[in-house]
């Protein structure tokens, strides 16, 4: 239905602009008598122009026909080709000698011209929105000479528009948002259409918007397809997301106008306009007493119905019953309030807090802080649950002190821990033995009593860094922690002999707890630092505090001072110290010096190195003094006193070595005998390795030489046969292993006698075979200038069955026969039957 009466109001709209075009257009001025001017040239001398290329005057001649523009209606819809206009020649007779040409855009494709009646139409259906106008060119000539009769003109076909295309908006969807809970008249968002046909002609191109769906939440303008809210107090937590058709239509709205729609997504962005909500008025959360500070207690969750940044919350602690105990925190990601604890819990001293926290959003709008408080409180209990608690000493550390002279099992304090759970286990003491590697202390099991088991010794260490640890043990009876009690008052008479029974019984315990399979086995244990101090006693006697070369001249004077001496002391009594100087009492009567309070000595000095023992005495009590001993050297010296020669005694002693330095000479000397003895020891006991190990096996050795042979191919080298047999000796074949000499070159060499052993049932024609080949080898002047071994593999003659040995093989070339064997008796029974029989079955 609709394109049936797009399709009437079309024809309708042609027919009348048809009407329009035919009446004013330029065909029918045309026909109505537009003016024309004649062919004719024009005379007078203004019309010359110029001169031809043959030299002709040319003249302008005015033109007969002209025009400006036809109009032609798009969409044409008829079935003949339709009309545009016609085209006259002031010089067209009617004769047929006229041609009219037409050239230009669509000329001969759209449009064609009648050749003689010079009229005008359109082939194709035509549309403005593609092109708006045609630009042609026509003339028109002389059928026969091709002649233009005029010049060419040219005009414009304009198409004219019809509402043939819809508006069509810019965008398909649209998306927008706009702040929930705005005003009414809140800019959205700003549609557009345009329409493809003419704004210029008519109302096709004018259009107006409407809104189809959407109302009563938005409205939109007509004019300018601005978008805006209708409807106050819309809530995007009621519903976010809005969908609106905006329609534009052209024809300014009226009836038989085209129109287009789009789609509008419109969503309401958040605003802060609810509170936090806890979920629940109390939380309860339980929790051990052993939790670590810093541990999570519980989580806290509050809504708020706001998304981002509106959501995010913020958690407080406003009230408690233990100030300090806990503290809340915010846990960005995800707008929990953690709840931590802060200071350590204790079942036995509180097992219940109250907390009342609050939650507020980090970010008020003002403008909606008039619909409430944008906060919310809730009540928090926290149960604290008992657990089994390591003992606890009564001190974070003790400090205790003792004389350096304390006998042993002397009880210098005590420590002192408890369990803290209502069940009060019994804790026994033990000192970790990695802080006291020494053993110097101990502690009661029982009572924590601390006590020395060795010497003390300040100035060898004032300070005893320990820790004691406290073990808890809750299998115990009561009538054991009886008998650990009075036990206790016993072992204060003899410490270290009751520490030894108390570790035996503490360690007895610990292994029947264990055999039991009992769970509460020592593993609840806490340690406390316990630093001891060692009292300074005066035990050290004060010495020199440095070793005194003292030089004297020979002619000084009485009373002269010759040497400032100082005293030191490892002691540090409180008043500090005081030393007093004085001689030994053997040498106070007969001595060239004496001490007197930074005074010099008396008499002539004879002697040319003098030994001045002076006593050093503290004034602590008890009163340590020591002896010292202070070498004077007598020197010779000019009258300023300064020192000129010393004898020899003097230099003697002041170049002696002191008694370490001789110790470490001597240590050193030590050292180097015994590595010269040990050296010494082991080149005795290494042996020379023989050259021949085994006497009886001679023939399997071999000597190497270092000298590089002739390789397989060298059989000449040596006559291994010589030494095999004694009897097969090749005197004729010459040695490679020396240099030639001239019995080599001697035609007729003596040949040297073989010597046949003689057959003896002993051995002792062997004996004389080697003899004799020693002194053959000793004689012979081609024999290598080395030590070399000859191997005869020679076994002497007195075996029946002769030589057994495969050795003469190498200088017979025929078969042996193997028959004999069977004749030797059963031991030669498989060598027989291997060796013996014919050839062609061992062939076989």
Known sequence: ?????????????????????????????????????????????????????????????????????????????GTDMQYVGKLHSDGDRGDGSVRYVLTGEGAGSLFKIDEKSGDIHATKRLDREEKAYYILHAKAVNRQTNIALEG???????????????PRFTKNPYYARVPEMSEIGASVIQVTATDADDATYGNSAKVVYSILEGQPYFSVDAETGLIKTALPGMDREVKEQYQVVIQAKDM?????????????????????????????????????????????????RAMDADIGENAEMEYRVIGSDGPGMFEIVTNKSNQEGVIRLRKPLDFERKRQYSLRVQVENSLVSSRFL?????????????????????????????????????????????????????????????????TDMDRIFDVHAGNGSLFTLKEL??????????????????????????????????????????????????FLFSFFFLACGFPDTPDLVSRVPVYIRILDVNDNAPTFAANYETIVCENAKANQKIQMI?????????????????LAQEAAGKANFSVRDNKGGRKLLQKSVYHVPVVISDGDFPRQSSTCTLTVRVCTCDRDGNMKLCNAEALTARAGLSTGALVAILLCVIILLMIVVLFAALRRQRKKEPLIISKEDVRDNVVSYNDEGGGEEDTQAFDIGTLRNPEAVDEGKQRRDIIPTESYYNPNPARRPVLVPPRHDNNGDVRDFINQRLQDNDSDPTAPPYDSLATYAYEGSGSVAESLSSLESATTEGDHDYNYLSEWGPRFKKLADMYGGDDSDRES
Request: glycine content about 8%.
């Open 152 to 166: 060419e003109s040219e005009f414009i076909i304009k198409i004219h528009d019809i509402n043939d295309n819809e």
């Open 566 to 582: 100082s005293a030191t002391d490892p002691d540090e009594p409180s008043d500090g110290h005081h030393f007093f100087f004085s």
């Open 457 to 506: 010794d300040r100035e060898e260490n004032a300070w005893h860094n320990i820790t004691v640890i406290a073990t808890e043990y809750s299998k115990f009876s009561d009538r054991d922690a009886a008998g650990e009690r009075e036990g206790s008052v016993m072992r204060h008479d003899s410490p270290l002999l009751h520490c030894a029974v108390n570790d035996l019984i503490f």
């Open 252 to 300: 300014a709205g009226q009836m038989g106008g085209l129109s287009g729609t789009t789609t509008v997504s419109i969503t309401l962005s958040d605003v802060n306009d609810n509170p936090p909500r806890f979920t629940k008025a109390l939380y309860e959360f339980r929790v051990r007493e052993s939790l670590e500070l810093g541990g999570t207690v519980g989580v806290l």
């Open 1 to 77: 239905m609709w394109n049936l009466g797009v399709t009437i109001r079309r024809l309708l709209a042609l027919a009348l602009l048809g009407t329009a075009v035919y009446a004013s257009g330029p065909g029918s001025a045309l026909r109505s008598g537009q003016k024309r001017t004649s062919l004719g040239r024009a005379r007078g001398p203004g019309a010359l122009t110029g001169h031809d290329a043959n030299g002709a005057p040319l003249r302008r001649s005015k033109r007969g026909w002209m025009w400006n523009q036809f109009f032609l209606l798009e969409e044409y819809t």
């Open 370 to 434: 008039a619909a409430g408080p944008f906060t919310d409180e809730a009540s928090v209990k926290v149960i604290v649950e008992d657990v089994d608690e390591p003992p606890v000493f009564d001190r974070g550390n003790y400090v205790l002190e003792v004389k350096e002279d304390a006998r042993r099992n002397t009880v210098i304090g005590s420590v002192s821990a408890a369990d803290p759970d209502d069940k009060r286990s019994p804790v026994r003491y033990s000192i970790d033995r990695r």
